[in-house]
């Protein structure tokens, strides 16, 4: 079968995370993902580890189904190889300081009088416009002015970053959809467009109920660690051999929760009749829980909460995830044979297409690997890519 995004030309000259998140789901759909890397270096990911046969599985994660060429775009020579590749691209994403593209003679209003039908897509900080628009911003930077920091950990510790770089793979997320949607309008109207990603933008949007619990309710939030802010219980609890999660997103939940763990009188209780009240008196919920929670076992909590059709889990460690028996059903580890690192083990693609494989057919690119393959593909002869070779352009 085709895969869904078959036949997609992408020219991605983005770096480390947040670019390179975005086009490796594109590559995961089967577009045909170019990374562009600068001559003798690459990606600065390349030097991130851990490295198998000194090779990063950083950068093996992010970048495979893709093709590596090597090109200095602050040549002359270079910046017109480029322009000779955007000609049939479908879509081009960078991630550079803001200006920067635009300074090598390769910004959107330049590109598209080449290629009038290209997405042009870029990820910053902070955006094109705006008072912050020049500030160089990385995942931590997104995080800590987005907002996300300041409700993260617990009321008596320093605001924490959430444990992955949430605010680069967020905004690559945003950045597939945005180039996607810009694709289907295409469909329609024949002509490209711009798309502008601010990862402080990304992790804004997805404050959830942060944002209203101050503009409607007029308090701002602050650090409560696991717990949900207006939903209980919703929260961490403490087995005699480690720890569960146990959510009640409506009263049905909360009174099968009370059968669990055998105490019925609880549901009369006027502190806790409605999810109001047991947001409010938190604490003494909180505690009544943890007392029934630390005089069980994990499993002994978990089969008592499934008996009652109550959702909770234990919380899983990355240890415990590599050996997990849904991560294997769903094909979310993957290995792939790397021809300097050899056999990997990645994560797998989480979107499922019933008509379309979702498989990781190539491993990331060694530096430069596919540089002729794609120039020739572009008319350019054995001669000229030679010369560029001397000329230290690729």
Known sequence: MEK?????????????????????????????????????RGDDSRLFGPFANGESGYFMTLNRNKRSITLDLRSADGQAVFKDL???ADVLLENFTVGTMDEWGLGYEALR???PRLIYASITGFGQFGPYARRVAFDA?????????????????????VGTSLG???????????????????ERTGQGQRLDISMHDCIFAILENAVVRYTIGGQNPTRIGSRHASVAPYDVYIAKDGFVIIACANEATWQRLCKAMGKEELIKDERFLLNDNRATNIKELSDIINGWTASLTMDEILALLQQHAVPGAPILTIADLAKNEHIKARNMLVEVDHPVAGKVTIPGNPIKLSAS???????????????????REIGYSGERIAQLKQKKVI
């Open 141 to 161: 930077i997104a995080q800590a002015t987005g907002g996300l920091m300041s409700i993260t950990g617990y009321p008596d510790n320093p605001p924490t970053r």
């Open 113 to 115: 009088q080449i290629n």
């Open 168 to 186: 680069d793979i967020n905004a690559g997320n945003f950045t597939a959809i945005g180039i996607l949607a810009a694709l289907f309008q295409r």
């Open 86 to 88: 955007i000609k049939d």
């Open 357 to 375: 494989p979702d498989t990781i057919t190539a491993p990331a690119p060694v530096l430069g690997q596919h540089t002729e393959e794609v120039l």
């Open 4 to 40: 869904a995004l078959s036949r997609l030309k992408v020219i991605d000259v983005s770096r480390l995370l947040t670019g390179p998140y975005c086009t490796m789901l594109l590559g995961d759909l089967g577009a045909d993902i170019i990374k562009v890397e600068v001559p003798g």
